[in-house]
């Protein structure tokens, strides 16, 4: 059914169409209208056999889905930013433990400074955690991989996120087709825990494991993340086959078969940067797109495939580690090692903290990547004039206050210069 909806609200229409029987909800901007949906939904009986229990924390709501999937129920949460690093310990419990636990992370940057909006270091920092990552490039992606996410998780017995661009794509309004619950009850069979607690049959789940056996688990639980870089594409063939849309499996491309230089980005920046291609190919610029859906597991060989070759690799990120780079560019360089011919890998940082991705700086920097190569990392559109003053300051000043402040504070003297020209 095509509607014109938020696309929180659709995300959580998916999530309902998918019959969870617990959802444990504590409200984080920005992924609280998609709790406050499905708690609708089960106040007014749209949404039947299904438990809605408000926790204290967003530790509590991961520790009670992680009990719920154990009791074998469909469990589902989700939360955002320093919520995702406050259940931290849960997050590595419920892909120890192997429970299929859908979760949707609004994705938003982590402070300090306070920053609400967003960018992708939650997900970054919970990258290694053992779940499943999927990233929605639009609210329909959200809608059809929130769906694919409890089939994955449960076939594999492994959590999934999906990773949802907050503001970006949680509030904003976007027409979507939300299909029919026979559709989805066709491609999502009941659900059936590979594991369970049962006091007929009495186990143990999260016992004490020593070092005789503690790299056999880790070991087993890679190699269900190594099973689903097949799993994932098979079921994303079958979810177009019935659904009619072909959410890409572990990447997709956009005009990748004949391009010299192509972006590797995730999330919705990459319809910003489908614009741009437009316009730079409009103009005898050989470019495409690598559109990364699964970060985890990532898709080495298939990446691999795609970018060996080419003449310029450029990655577009919204995350970085201090010091280090950007995750998702430390990956590619990983794919293209041993490479024949590895293209150069030029890191971009962009969009850090809610910050506009414009196609004007796009077209910029991707002209740049062929003209004047750079190693490390980029940072899109920073201001150097105020990281100058900045720095001046520090080594002047041996109490020189909060960094954000001072910069915050430099931003308001120079508008009110710029408007008193």
């Known amino acids: 059914m095509l509607k014109q909806t938020e696309g929180s609200h659709a995300t959580a229409e998916a999530i309902a169409l998918c019959r969870p029987e617990v959802i444990c909800a504590y409200p ?40 719920a999937s154990a009791a074998g129920a469909r469990a589902y949460t989700a939360t955002a930013s320093q919520g995702l690093l406050f259940m931290a310990e849960a997050v590595y419990n419920a892909s120890g433990l ?23 270091s939650d997900a970054m920092s919970m990258r290694d955690a053992g779940w499943l990552q999927l990233f929605a490039e639009s609210n329909q992606d959200s809608i059809d991989l929130h769906i694919q996410a409890f089939r994955i998780a449960e076939e594999l017995s492994v959590p999934v996120m999906v990773c949802m661009d907050g503001f970006l794509l949680t509030h904003a309004s976007e027409r979507v087709d939300i299909p029919e619950q026979a559709q989805v009850d066709a491609f999502l069979p009941r659900y059936e825990p590979r594991q369970v607690l049962d006091p007929g049959e009495p186990v143990s789940i999260g016992a004490m494991v020593g070092p005789d056996a503690f790299t056999e688990v880790r070991f087993l639980q890679h190699y269900k993340q190594t099973l689903a870089l097949h799993l994932i594409p098979e079921l994303a063939a079958e979810f177009s086959g019935r659904f009619g849309r072909n959410t890409g499996g572990l990447l997709r491309t956009y005009f990748a078969d004949d391009a010299e230089m192509l972006v590797v980005a995730m999330g919705s920046i990459n319809g910003t940067i489908k614009d741009t291609i437009d316009e730079m190919r409009a103009d005898g610029f050989s470019i495409g797109l690598v559109n990364i859906v699964s970060f985890r597991p990532f898709p080495t060989e298939a990446l691999r495939r795609l970018l060996a070759g080419r003449k310029h690799v450029v990655v577009v990120e919204k995350s970085f580690a201090v010091g280090m780079g950007g995750q998702l560019a430390n990956n590619v360089d990983l794919a293209l090692r041993n490479t024949p011919a590895a293209p150069q890998v030029h890191s971009v940082i962009a969009g850090l ?17 062929v003209a004047q190569p750079w190693e490390g990392a980029h940072f899109l559109d920073l201001n150097e004039d105020i990281i100058g003053k900045e720095l001046h300051h520090v080594r002047k000043v041996r109490r020189s206050g909060p960094t954000a402040e001072n910069l915050l504070r430099r931003l308001d003297q120079a508008a009110q210069h710029a408007a008193a020209e």
Do not use: Y
Not at 98 to 119: E, H, K, Q, S, Y
């Open 353 to 369: 903290g809610g910050r506009s991705i414009t196609r004007t700086s796009l077209h910029r920097v991707f002209r740049r990547a």
């Open 98 to 120: 192997g429970l299929p636990i859908v979760m949707t992370l609004g994705n938003r940057a982590i402070g300090a400074p306070i920053n609400i909006w967003n960018d992708h």
């Open 28 to 67: 984080i901007t920005p992924q609280t209208h998609i709790v406050e949906g499905l708690g609708e939904m089960v106040r007014l009986g749209q949404l039947k056999n299904c438990e809605f229990i408000n926790v204290e924390s967003e530790f509590a709501a991961l520790s009670v889905a992680i009990g």
